[in-house]
Protein backbone atom coordinates (compact mmCIF):
# COMPACT_ATOMS: atom_id res chain seq x y z
CA UNK A 1 0.00 0.00 0.00
CA UNK A 2 2.98 2.37 0.92
CA UNK A 3 4.67 1.55 -2.02
CA UNK A 4 1.77 2.13 -4.49
CA UNK A 5 1.18 5.63 -2.55
CA UNK A 6 4.67 6.31 -3.45
CA UNK A 7 4.54 5.34 -7.00
CA UNK A 8 1.03 7.69 -7.59
CA UNK A 9 2.49 10.64 -5.74
CA UNK A 10 5.33 10.09 -8.51
CA UNK A 11 3.31 10.22 -11.10
CA UNK A 12 1.48 13.46 -10.08
CA UNK A 13 4.58 14.74 -9.83
CA UNK A 14 5.06 14.07 -13.46
CA UNK A 15 1.76 14.78 -14.41
CA UNK A 16 2.25 18.16 -12.87
CA UNK A 17 5.68 18.76 -14.68
CA UNK A 18 4.17 17.86 -17.41
CA UNK A 19 1.65 20.43 -17.46
CA UNK A 20 4.10 23.03 -16.82
CA UNK A 21 6.26 21.78 -19.75
CA UNK A 22 3.46 22.50 -21.99
CA UNK A 23 1.76 25.28 -20.42
CA UNK A 24 5.85 26.70 -21.05
CA UNK A 25 6.53 25.52 -24.93
CA UNK A 26 2.79 27.43 -25.59
CA UNK A 27 3.45 30.09 -23.82
CA UNK A 28 6.87 30.29 -25.74
CA UNK A 29 5.53 29.60 -29.04
CA UNK A 30 2.74 32.31 -28.35
CA UNK A 31 5.14 34.97 -27.50
CA UNK A 32 7.49 34.35 -29.91
CA UNK A 33 4.44 34.57 -32.50
CA UNK A 34 3.27 38.04 -30.82
CA UNK A 35 6.85 39.39 -31.05
CA UNK A 36 6.91 39.12 -34.73
CA UNK A 37 3.22 40.00 -35.71
CA UNK A 38 3.52 42.96 -33.64
CA UNK A 39 7.14 44.01 -35.65
CA UNK A 40 5.02 42.71 -39.39
CA UNK A 41 1.54 44.78 -39.43
CA UNK A 42 1.16 43.06 -42.74
CA UNK A 43 1.11 39.95 -40.85
CA UNK A 44 -2.34 41.72 -39.20
CA UNK A 45 -3.71 42.78 -42.22
CA UNK A 46 -6.47 40.17 -44.36
CA UNK A 47 -8.49 40.19 -46.97
CA UNK A 48 -12.03 39.20 -46.43
CA UNK A 49 -14.76 39.68 -49.37
CA UNK A 50 -18.51 41.55 -48.88
CA UNK A 51 -20.71 40.69 -51.61
CA UNK A 52 -18.30 41.42 -55.03
CA UNK A 53 -15.83 43.75 -53.09
CA UNK A 54 -12.58 42.69 -51.11
CA UNK A 55 -11.75 44.78 -48.15
CA UNK A 56 -8.61 44.37 -45.94
CA UNK A 57 -8.76 44.84 -42.33
CA UNK A 58 -6.67 44.83 -39.71
CA UNK A 59 -7.01 42.20 -36.79
CA UNK A 60 -5.47 42.93 -33.13
CA UNK A 61 -2.39 41.44 -32.25
CA UNK A 62 -4.08 38.67 -30.39
CA UNK A 63 -6.52 38.05 -33.73
CA UNK A 64 -4.31 37.43 -35.77
CA UNK A 65 -2.47 34.78 -34.06
CA UNK A 66 -5.31 33.15 -32.88
CA UNK A 67 -6.11 32.98 -37.10
CA UNK A 68 -2.10 32.11 -37.71
CA UNK A 69 -1.93 28.67 -39.59
CA UNK A 70 1.46 28.26 -37.95
CA UNK A 71 -0.49 28.93 -34.59
CA UNK A 72 -3.29 26.18 -35.89
CA UNK A 73 -0.98 23.65 -36.64
CA UNK A 74 1.20 24.29 -33.79
CA UNK A 75 -1.64 23.81 -30.99
CA UNK A 76 -2.62 20.94 -33.06
CA UNK A 77 0.69 19.09 -32.65
CA UNK A 78 1.30 20.27 -29.04
CA UNK A 79 -1.78 19.14 -27.84
CA UNK A 80 -0.73 15.45 -29.53
CA UNK A 81 2.66 15.46 -28.51
CA UNK A 82 1.60 16.00 -24.42
CA UNK A 83 -1.62 14.17 -24.68
CA UNK A 84 0.75 11.27 -25.96
CA UNK A 85 2.58 11.90 -22.86
CA UNK A 86 -0.14 12.04 -20.24
CA UNK A 87 -1.19 9.01 -21.66
CA UNK A 88 2.05 6.86 -21.43
CA UNK A 89 2.71 8.66 -17.93
CA UNK A 90 -0.95 6.89 -17.06
CA UNK A 91 -0.33 3.71 -18.53
CA UNK A 92 2.58 4.16 -16.19
CA UNK A 93 0.33 4.33 -13.14
CA UNK A 94 -1.80 1.91 -13.91
CA UNK A 95 0.64 -0.73 -14.70
CA UNK A 96 2.15 0.27 -11.50
CA UNK A 97 -1.26 0.35 -9.06
CA UNK A 98 -1.63 -3.52 -10.93
CA UNK A 99 1.35 -5.07 -9.91
Not at 69 to 98: C, D, T, V
Amino acid sequence: QNQKTSVAEYVLNLIEDLKKRAENEKNQAFNSLKLYVEKNPQARLREIRRGNAKVIVELSVEEAIKQNPNWKQFLMEHERKYNEEFASIIGKLREELQS
